[in-house]
């Protein structure tokens, strides 16, 4: 029942969530983004190069982390200030957490509770980087392509 | 025209500058959070300010409090995310002018700039 309950919630999340991603990619960069299929998220998922990470707290408590390849991190930098980085760098970290924070904002606006607190993102990079869920979480993930090359978000809740 | 655009986001001060200018705008002043923004606020004459909320030292809201002491007329746009929609009401009652929400574009910068800066004049 417990595990339904939490499968439940993480549902009523992940439209918004959707919806979040592809309005702030071609709204920021002017990118049209595919969605590939929803998939359950395992110890074993890779997340790209450089993931933006972002706490939702409150009546739900989750995460949303953003992952990115880091030649489409450099192609989203380049559309927004029309200057291509080389390395993953502060401003490149930068601007994946800004895509993050305008992903889990307009989430939260969609899923329409007013307990729901924000967090502030983190950057991680670095091969084979992992990130934890919180437990009781059923996280899950869903790849895009775009023309600025693949992306994916991953997602996981449990309620407050 | 000088125009104030402060954000902990270094990224999102160069996206604000860059549509600034193309829109013609090029005396754009950066501050990366409110006490840099408010030392830039007494030594320069600046004309509209676009503040993010959410930032380390001093806060936009914080912001908008002092300058509102010193300076009851410049218009205040408060740049926010959806999900902070809620804090705007604080921010009215507090004296911001207006507000933008991320992610916005050029067109939406472009009408709060014609909305306020006529509302100067």
């Not at chain 2, 676009?50 to 914080?62: I, K, R, V, Y």
């Amino acid at each position: 029942m417990a595990d339904l309950m939490e499968a439940n919630l993480t549902a009523n999340i992940i439209n918004p969530v959707l919806e979040a991603t592809i309005e702030t990619f071609d709204i920021m960069l002017g990118c049209k983004v595919t969605r590939k299929e929803l998939q359950l998220k395992t110890r074993e998922t890779p997340f790209y190069d450089i993931t933006a990470v972002i706490g939702l707290s409150g009546g739900t408590n989750g995460t949303i982390c953003l992952s990115l390849p880091k030649e489409t991190a450099f192609e989203a930098v380049h559309r927004m200030i029309e200057m291509m980085p080389e390395e993953i760098d502060e401003l490149v970290c930068d601007a994946v957490g800004e895509f993050s924070n305008v992903v889990g904002g307009s989430a939260k606006d969609k899923i329409k509770d007013p307990d729901m607190h924000l967090g502030l993102p983190n950057v991680i990079y670095g091969e084979n980087h992992h990130i934890e869920f919180p437990t009781q979480a059923h996280p899950m993930y869903v790849k895009y392509d775009s023309d600025i090359g693949p992306f994916m978000v991953l997602f996981g809740f449990v309620a407050g | 025209m000088n125009i104030l655009v402060v954000d902990d986001s270094a990224m999102t001060r160069m996206v604000a500058k860059k549509t600034l200018g193309t829109l013609g705008y090029e005396n754009v002043f950066e501050g990366e959070d409110g006490v840099q923004a408010l030392e830039i606020f007494k030594q320069n004459s600046i004309d509209v300010i676009f503040t993010d909320w959410n930032m380390p030292n001093m806060n936009g809201l914080e912001l908008l409090i002092e300058i509102r002491k010193i300076n009851k007329d410049v218009p205040i746009i408060m740049i926010t995310t959806e999900g902070s929609r809620s804090k705007v009401v604080e921010a009215v009652q507090n004296g911001i002018s207006d507000y933008l929400v991320k992610p916005f574009t050029p067109a939406n910068l472009k009408e709060k700039l014609s909305k306020w800066i006529g509302a100067t004049v």
